[in-house]
């Protein structure tokens, strides 16, 4: 059937750079380096790849010979001559890419959540919005962490817990849909991104991010605001406010317009929604604001919720902390790793001189996820550059995957959720 024409002619192109030439494929598998995607390949689709590649008019013959090129176009192998900047092209078509399953959870398309799903894992490799770099690599590190769990024989189904039970990751209706894989990109398109991604999650599905730096979680939060539209509390770990105190000699003008970074995402978000409740865990007790800015600041403070301070925490208890949550608030936890004491944990761009306990933030969250409603977590700010990703990295990658563990433990999918604390 011939179907040559000018009016099926098509965009040239050229093969991608992340993709080995045919002559070169000895097992029949052609993959896309750039995010591990795969094809097979049979003798006519070899032919039908080396007619395309060898055409200067990119119009055809064959009705096969456009299916080829528009799948091969649509997953990043044959890539439009028009590019300059391949690296951006391709994290625009495929924003996603997966590496290690996280604890073993099977992969799925974002955009095609199984209907059983209770919970989705997104690793955000980026730190963009930070002036240390290192979070980007936190995603990787926890995915390695995780597989150590069932490191025996390589399935979660094996690993159980010593008090009797079965891995908690081995019996949830978890999916993993990859890291994000954005690459020559601003901060602003990072954030575009996990907003589109993460707000277009269903309803009843749970998000677990690993980041990444912290200005990430402004798109996810937002994202899940937007999305269930009921009023949500932010129960955030950190040895950081993450808010901007330095504008406030000013009296804190009606807008904030500061670009968004990891230190001051929490400003942001207070500017979109005024009514998010935010309760802080384990910052630093010792704060400072612009010149003659203190009154303003902590008037500010009082407006977002409620502070914990590291030392606060040494008199107070669970319960007491508890007691701060609004009861009739959906809520999303946010966790910065730098939360823990740099006793337990240094793997991080601003290590906690003096932080919380493991121990004493796993008893927490527990009891949080116990008794509300949690419709999202995330965990940031975790890793180190490459030169200094040592064994002690992965030692402490093990720890935060023990607190991710907990979390999957105790969290319950959104409908069996009720707020029990009275």
């Known amino acids: 059937m011939n179907l040559a024409g000018s009016e099926l002619s098509v965009p040239g192109v050229r093969l991608s750079r992340y993709v080995d030439p045919i002559s070169s494929v000895e097992d029949g598998i052609w993959v896309n380096r750039f995010d591990h995607v795969s094809i097979g390949l049979g003798p006519l689709t070899i032919s039908i790849i080396d007619d395309i590649l060898g055409s200067s008019s990119f119009v055809f013959d064959s009705i096969a010979h456009y299916f080829v090129y528009y799948e091969l176009v649509d997953v990043g192998f044959f890539i439009p001559l028009t590019v300059v900047d391949e690296d951006a092209y391709l994290s625009r078509l495929r924003p996603l890419k997966k590496s290690i399953s996280f604890f073993n959870f099977p992969f799925c398309f974002h955009h095609d959540i199984p209907l059983d799903a209770q919970g989705v894992v997104l690793g955000l490799p980026c730190h963009a919005g930070s002036y240390t770099a290192g979070a980007a690599n936190g995603p990787a590190l926890l995915r390695k962490a ?27 209706r978890w999916y993993d849909v990859g890291d994000m894989n954005l690459k020559g990109v601003t901060l602003a398109t990072w954030l575009e991104y996990v907003e589109s991604i993460v707000g277009g999650f269903p309803p009843n599905v749970i998000p677990l991010i690993l980041g990444g730096d912290h200005s990430l979680s402004f798109a996810s939060i937002k994202a899940t605001k937007n999305k269930l539209q009921k009023p949500l509390c932010v129960i955030q770990f950190d040895h950081h406010l993450d808010i901007d105190l330095q504008g406030f000699s000013s009296g804190y003008g009606a807008r904030y317009s500061k670009s968004i970074d990891h230190s001051n995402f929490v400003s942001h978000l ?24 203190r009154d303003v600041a902590l008037k500010y403070l009082k407006g977002l919720g409620t502070q914990v301070s590291n030392l606060q925490m040494l008199n107070l208890s669970n319960e007491r902390i508890l007691k701060l949550i609004p009861p009739d608030h959906d809520v999303y936890i946010s966790f910065d790793v730098d939360v823990i004491s740099m006793l337990e944990l240094r793997t991080t761009g601003n290590p906690a001189p003096l932080g919380i306990s493991f121990g004493r933030a796993i008893s927490l969250l527990v009891e949080v996820l116990d008794r509300y409603r949690v419709v999202g977590v995330d965990i940031m700010e975790f890793g180190y550059p490459d030169p200094f990703i040592d064994a002690n990295s992965e030692l402490e990658a093990d720890r935060v995957a023990y607190v991710i563990a907990e979390i999957l433990k105790h969290i319950l999918p959104l409908d069996q959720k009720r707020n029990l604390y009275e």
């Open 146 to 172: 995780s597989r150590r769990h069932f490191w025996r024989t390589g399935n979660i189904d094996d690993a159980f817990t010593l008090d009797g039970a079965a891995h908690p990751a081995a019996e949830l």
């Open 270 to 293: 207070h500017e979109f929604d005024p009514d998010i409740h935010f309760v802080h865990i384990g910052v630093n007790h010792y704060q400072c604001a612009g010149k003659g800015g």
